[in-house]
Nanobody
Framework: QVHLQESGGGSVQPGGSLTLSCVVSGYTFNKYCMAWFRQAPGKEREAVAAIDDVGRSKYEGSVVGRFTISQDSAKNTVFLRMNNVRPEDTAVYYC????????????????????????WGQGTQVTVSS
């Protein structure tokens, strides 16, 4: 059974940095696409970034140039490095996985789509506040 576990969330001041991790168990990294989404209170879930098994990465919205997604396939782990964070980055961050690749959103200009992902973690809270 596939299981995703996020960690690394917490409180950080504006302009600071934080790294989130997502460990995947129950599946050996082979064909995959991993993504981070986030949901702030009262708002819809939105895409942050994704990376796939051939090294393609994609970023959405205001995180471009500030966040970096990376992977360690030997450890079945995906990371999200968050630099220069802002109060509007406050949200619950979810890790998602799909083992049917390549995904349309990674091959085309269409936005990352949460409906493309089958497996989800429980989320980790990130709070940006002074």
């Amino acid at each position: 059974q596939v299981h995703l576990q996020e960690s690394g969330g917490g409180s950080v001041q504006p302009g600071g940095s934080l790294t989130l991790s997502c460990v995947v168990s129950g599946y050996t990294f082979n064909k995959y696409c991993m993504a981070w989404f986030r949901q702030a209170p009262g708002k819809e879930r939105e895409a942050v970034a994704a990376i796939d098994d051939v090294g393609r990465s994609k970023y959405e919205g205001s995180v471009v140039g500030r966040f970096t997604i990376s992977q360690d396939s030997a450890k079945n782990t995906v990371f999200l490095r968050m630099n220069n964070v802002r109060p509007e980055d406050t949200a619950v961050y979810y890790c998602a996985a799909e083992f049917r690749t390549p995904l349309p959103s990674m091959r085309t200009a269409q936005p990352l789509d949460p409906q493309e992902y089958t497996y989800w973690g429980q989320g980790t809270q990130v709070t940006v506040s002074s």
